[in-house]
């Protein structure tokens, strides 16, 4: 037996003696997960490196503060294992200092902003808001805890357009934390139209322009939108949590690589960079005293044991041949596009430039939640995202995001990609929506299994984790 399938088998025989059902739960999960075309943006498989790293005692240790200033004894270890995914981190984006401490994106993104917050505004202290939880605030109390930091501003992508509900949606605490105001897409394109973006930045003069995205299947040019914020005085974030792999992996240079031109980026380190759950920020000397700070400001005791799996994967990262598979990413992206168009399948902004796809169902009569429950039935795991001027909201939706990254991990081709866009097809093309519900509908059982079975043998030749025999 190889070290992986013992170093898995002994860790689920061990985890049987207290609780056989989250056992068996794991080891199901690798079963479903070898069986069904993973089709989530967000989603990708770790190695078992990055996945052993976070099974041990480092879990044990606290460790608020920063490297060589904890505010426990006995983090020598825990010291080294960031360290040593600092450097990785920094080696890997070519970025002046990381930050791996961020338990997720959102994480990540609120240490970012406190950071911006604290190096660019005089904030006063309120004392009656020292013992107030964020969810007990209502709204003039929001309102007045904005006014205490001067009502600053924040432009950032809109929902529906492909932005993440961290970049000023207003239930999240960034859209409560900020005066916030949205930037979309050109409704005739479906991309993002940077005069239109200049024109509300000058107008609306935001202490923070916020770039990245989590469904846009477009390319975004940073050195543009590094220009409007200087033009209008603005700190520029990017949030490359979604696209991380393809700027490490060299696909997103120049104008297109966030690295040299926002003043901080923030990212998580699973999706398409392939870690472990997590979040990180990079930035330049100018931030990263506040930035340390997001340990007691946002954060609590870091995870080791996740920084542990976070150095392995940005070294992992760093090898020649994760150039390679980011290449494939979009490869793979494009040609399922591709497939789908020449289907008749309308995509929004006509094609992909990265690792995701945004198929409009509408034009079938689905709402998102429909199509998404039909696809899943049938074997294909996807997610269901608002679409431009979405008339079904951010929960029904119109839309489905699909992106390449997992199917990539696992070694499927562009010719693997267009049986997928046909499968695809043939599920949304023979769905109808139950009358009077934008939830249920109506698909052949019969058809569901043909397709659910011709996912299972299109994978049959792309093994997943194929060293690891759970027995």
């Known amino acids: 037996m190889n070290a992986e399938s013992s170093a898995f088998r002994s860790a689920l025989e061990v985890v049987r003696t207290i609780e056989p059902r989250i056992a068996d739960a794991i080891a199901k999960e690798l079963t479903d997960q070898r069986e069904s075309l993973k089709l989530i943006a967000s989603e990708n498989y770790a190695s078992p490196a990055v996945l052993l790293a976070m099974g041990n005692w480092l879990s044990d240790k606290y460790a608020e503060g920063t490297i060589g200033r904890r505010f426990y004894a006995g983090c020598q270890n825990v010291d080294t294992v960031e360290s040593v995914a600092t450097e990785h981190a920094r080696e890997l984006f070519g970025a002046q200092y990381a930050y791996v401490q961020p338990h997720s994106g959102i994480d990540a993104n609120l240490v970012a902003y406190w950071a911006i917050l604290a190096d660019r505004v005089e904030v006063p202290y309120l004392k009656k808001f020292e013992k107030r939880q964020v969810n007990d605030l209502n709204d003039a109390e929001w309102a007045e805890l904005r006014a205490a930091f001067g009502n600053q501003r924040m432009l950032g992508m809109s929902l529906d357009a492909g932005g993440h509900l961290t970049h000023g949606f207003r239930p999240n605490i960034s859209g409560k934390m900020f005066d916030q105001r949205s930037y979309g897409v050109d409704p005739a394109t479906g991309q993002i139209d940077y005069d239109a973006l200049r024109a509300t930045a000058k107008e609306f003069k935001p202490l923070v322009i916020v770039g990245g995205y989590s469904a846009y299947p477009r390319k975004v040019n940073f050195r543009t939108m590094r220009e409007i914020a200087d033009e209008v005085g603005a700190t520029f974030m990017v949030d490359m949590a979604h696209f991380a792999g393809l700027v490490a992996g060299k696909v997103f240079t120049g104008d297109f690589d ?3 031109h926002a003043h901080i980026v923030t990212t998580t380190t699973h999706k398409s960079l392939r870690g472990p759950r997590g979040g990180a920020v990079l930035c330049g000397p100018e931030l990263s005293d506040q930035v340390d700070r997001g340990c007691p400001m946002v954060l609590g005791g870091p995870l080791a044991h ?13 090898q020649p041949s994760f150039a390679t598979y980011a290449q494939q990413i979009v490869a793979n992206s494009q040609a399922l596009a591709e497939g789908l168009a020449r289907r008749g399948v309308q995509l929004v902004s006509g094609g992909t430039d990265n690792h995701l796809v945004l198929i409009d169902v509408h034009p079938f009569g689905l709402t998102g939640r429909q199509a998404e429950q039909a696809l899943l039935d049938s074997g294909i795991v996807t997610n269901r995202n608002a679409i431009p001027q979405d008339p079904n909201g ?15 991990s696992r070694g499927l081709g562009t010719t693997e990609m267009d049986q997928i866009a046909e499968l695809i097809h043939t599920v949304l093309a023979q769905t109808t929506p139950a009358e009077g519900s934008k939830a249920k509908y109506t698909l052949d059982p019969a058809l569901s299994d043909r397709v659910s079975k011709q996912a299972t043998e299109l994978l049959a030749d792309y093994p997943l984790y194929p060293s690891v025999d759970l027995g």
């Not at 951010?394 to 990539?408: C, E, K, M, N």
Request: proline share 10%; glycine share 6%.
């Open 306 to 318: 996740v920084m542990a799996a976070k150095a392995i994967a940005f070294a992992e990262a760093r």
């Open 258 to 260: 966030p690295i040299p």
């Open 394 to 408: 951010a929960w029904y939706t119109s839309g489905i995001r699909v992106g390449t990254p997992a199917l990539t």
